[in-house]
Each structure stands twice: as C-alpha cells, then as structure tokens.
C-alpha cells in the first residue's frame, strides 16, 4: 500500500493502514488446538468490539481534520495567487517563478488530500463493516453463554462427588464394600432436600435423579428448614398455561422463567412420602402471602391427587370435608376430575389444577398484565380467594413443595 505525502494525521492513519492490511495478509503460522473459556472469549470479544469503536472513532476524526485543511486550502488558493490588498485577478507579468508555481502546487495538494480522503471513506467502511461482524458474534457469544449457563448443573455431579466424599466417608470403623461406595458416590442427588444435607445452601438449577426416574433440572429454594423443589413460577405471562393433561404430567416453559414442572416428575420426587406445599403469592400493589400447608400427593391412577387436611381442603373449596381429609384430583380441560359435577372448571376457566370447586383457587389461570374490567374476565385469571378474593387477578406465583417423611431404605 502505497500513501501519498498529506498532513501528519493522515501520514499516522495511513502507515497504521498499510500495517494492518499487511498483517493481516500474512497467513498466522498453526498453533496447536486450545479451549478457550469463557472468560477469555468475553474479555476477546470485549476487546475487539472497543478496537471497532476506537478505530472509527480516529477514521471520523482524521476525516473531519482533512475535511478541514481541504477547505482552508481552497480558500488560500485564490488569496495566494495576487498580492494582499490587490483588487487585479492575474499575477503581474513580473512575478516570480515561485509565485506562478503556487495555483500547481495547491492544485497537487489539493488532488492528493482528495485521493486520501477516498481511502480514508474506503477503510472507515471496512471498519463499519467489521464492527457490524464483531456486534453479531459477540451476540452469539451471550447466546451459547446462556445455553452453557443451563447446562452447568450437569456438572454439578463431581462438586457433589467430592462433597459427598468429605461428608460420608466415615472417620473410624471399618472399610465399607468399593464397589458399593462408589455406586452412592457418583450418583446424583434425588431431590433438594438430599442436596441441602450435603452442604449445599445456594439456591439455583440442580440436576437431580429421583429413584426410578430419569435425570431432570429442578429449582431448588434452600432455606434455613431445608430445600424445597420449585414446581410452578407465574410471573409475566410469557408461558400459556391452558394445557393439555399430558402437557401438565410431563411439564412445560422455562426453568429460569415461567414454569410447570410436571406431575410425573413431582411425583417422583416426593413418592409415597407426606409433603409440604407452600404457596407464595403477591398482588399488584407489591403484598405478599406465603402459605404452608402438609399434603400427601398420588400417582396418576389417582389422577394426581392431593391429600389434604380438613382445615386446608375447606379453604381449596371442599363443600363437605371427611374427618381425615379430602382428595382434590388434578383436572385439565381435556380430563375432567374436578369435584363440580355439572361443569368442567378447567374449561370453564383457564390452565390446570386440583379443583374442588370452580371457585376457590386456581393459581395456572389466565395471566393479566392489569386487572380487566369486566368481572366476567377476572374470574378466568389467578386467583386464591381466602387472601385476595376470587375476582383479584395475582400478579405472580410460586409454588414450592419438600418431602417431609424420610425415604425408605435403597
């Protein structure tokens, strides 16, 4: 690359120009394979995008000064050609050599900076173009980084194993079987609870293997009782909750967003063991209410159904409440278990749920971004009508559940 001879800044920027454009025409010499992290990735990625932004930034301002000296030496091109203060537009016959020479050499300068100035265009949108390349890539960049961030949990196996091993491993007494030791160590934790008694206090996604089931994420919220498995998160209205019955079993939406575990799932982590359900609920003026309750929850030949105490099955809408409890099965508009008998609720209303009546709670209804008008709407929406009525629409959910009874020997 070759730079005619113009103003200092334009010299710089053209020798760093040739530099570049040189450099990169040579082929780099092969370097043997490596991972980046992901932390190297972020500060590569950082830092080309901030060279894109600098480099532009010199090209606009070399742009601008060469912009200017062109105008400045326009302007001296007819001042330079006839002496100060003389009205007469041609030299006098006497003039020097060097004075009929000054309109050429301006003309020259003038063609050169020119000529620059196109070069100068030419890389400014080489640079344009490249920081556009480098905005997309650092967009996949956040993109995959996102997708790892879902998958770490899968990680988690050795950071338990090593746990695992500081915790169980007794200190005296004598040497248990390998072969079985190493079955319990490598596996995976069966619920949030197992997780919280081997150390773990950070809430977070954790891959978890209830006995008899395949591996799945789960949120776990640790608190000072223990840990509790999240099952269902409402909270913008991103996810449709008016599904199907196999939709409800197997489960659906975002772990890290709007969510339904699965009844399939919640079942395998609790199994035969009584429970506690707790409820979070808020409104729309920023109140809040957290409800407990002990539940025992059944298997799918039960519909899934919640076994309640009498106090807490009368708030959920049982008209008439045995000594020992009631059952609330699980109802979908497409599977009809509910315990109004003239009217399918799930239908009626909106989403799945153990409905007792259709009057009661329904915490997978319609999702409003403000309360509706028409109270024909509202009663479609979220609702738990022991705290805020059966017409308020909530404005988000939660709703946790932790194995109570101990599990049954391995």
Known sequence: MRCAPTAGAALVLCAATAGLLSAQGRPAPPEPPRFASWDEVNVLAHGLLQLGHGLREHVELTRGQLGALERRLGACGAACTQPEGSAAPAPAPSASPERQAAPETLRSLQTQLKAQSSR????????????????????????????????????????????ARRKRLPETGPAADPAHNASRLHRLPQDCQ??????????????????????FLVNCEMSSDGGWTVIQRRQDGSVDFNQPWKAYKAGFGDPQGEFWLGLEKVRSIVGDRASRLAVQLEDWEGNAESLQFPVHLGGEDTAYS??????????????????????????TWDQDHDLQGDKNCAKSLSGGWWFGTCSHSNLNGQYFHSIPRQRQQRKKGIFWKTWRGRYYPLQATTILIQPTAARAAS
């Open 120 to 163: 100068i265009e030419q890389l400014f949108q080489k640079v344009a173009q490249q920081q556009r390349h480098l905005e997309k890539q650092h967009l996949r960049i956040q993109k995959l980084q996102s997708q790892v961030g879902l998958l770490a949990p899968a990680h988690l196996d050795h950071r338990l194993a090593k746990t």
């Open 194 to 215: 197992e997780l919280f008694e081997t150390g773990e206090r950070q809430s977070g996604l954790f891959q978890i293997q209830p006995r008899g089931s395949p591996p």
């Open 306 to 331: 919640l076994q309640l105490t009498a106090p807490v099955a009368s708030k959920l809408g049982a008209s008439a409440v045995a000594p020992g409890g009631l059952s609330l099965p699980f109802s």
